[in-house]
């Protein structure tokens, strides 16, 4: 990915997509994180004939999950900043109150790399059976990143004739955090699509992002309060 960004062809593949297509990778993005959203808060669960059903709606975390929900997208209609943070953390209050989550301490000492990092195969990779593994995960981030990239600089107003400026300055960073997050051992490091919540919020420089990075870092001294936040939600 580093090398294929650095000399552009990422941008190149890009910019041959129609620009039907690249709103429609953006779209079909937000639709299954939503899906994902009602799977987690148990408005859908699984259904071995509809394969997708509604689920028992008066359960108490779909009702918390709900009111985070409502509160949110009043606020965002208030054009309120932080308006999805602020449901978030109704809901996870809410959380509490009906005894969901339990507070396990608000800071502690950053987890252990020793387990993950460096912990590669690289010689394995290289089997003929991991070919179609390989080329399958490769698909899957070119067109997700191209996906996201495209929607989330369209609410921006980055766009400028169908392209996106420096975009090959975004595919390699896009890359880098990528192959960086791997040698972690974290979950893929790639541009995300909620990123368009925080430009709703203002967010328009790079320095959203330094801040949203150091962030990030100071939430690993803060993991039990983090941890029990991402339950409540």
Known sequence: FVVLSSIGLRKMIMNSIPD????????????MISLLGFEWAGVVVS?????????????????????????????????????????????????LGFDLISFQG???????????????????????????????????????????????AQIGGFMRNGELPRAQQAFLADAIGTVSGAMLGTSTVTSYVESSSGISDGARTGLASVITGLLFLLALFFSPLVGMLGKGI
């Open 106 to 152: 608000a800071y502690s000492a950053p987890p252990s790399l020793t387990p993950t990092f460096l912990q590669m195969q690289p010689l394995a990779a290289l089997k003929l059976g991991f070919v179609t593994v390989i080329f399958t995960f490769f698909i899957l981030d070119l067109f997700d990143t191209v996906g996201t990239l495209v929607g989330v």
């Open 47 to 95: 259904d071995q004939v509809l394969l997708v059903n509604i689920g028992e709606l008066s359960r108490p975390y779909v009702l918390v999950s709900g009111l985070g929900l409502l509160v949110s997208m009043i606020l965002v209609c208030l054009n309120v900043r932080g308006a999805i943070l602020f449901g978030m953390i109704t809901a996870a209050v809410a959380a």
């Open 20 to 31: 039907s297509l690249k709103f429609a990778i953006a779209v079909g993005i937000g639709l």
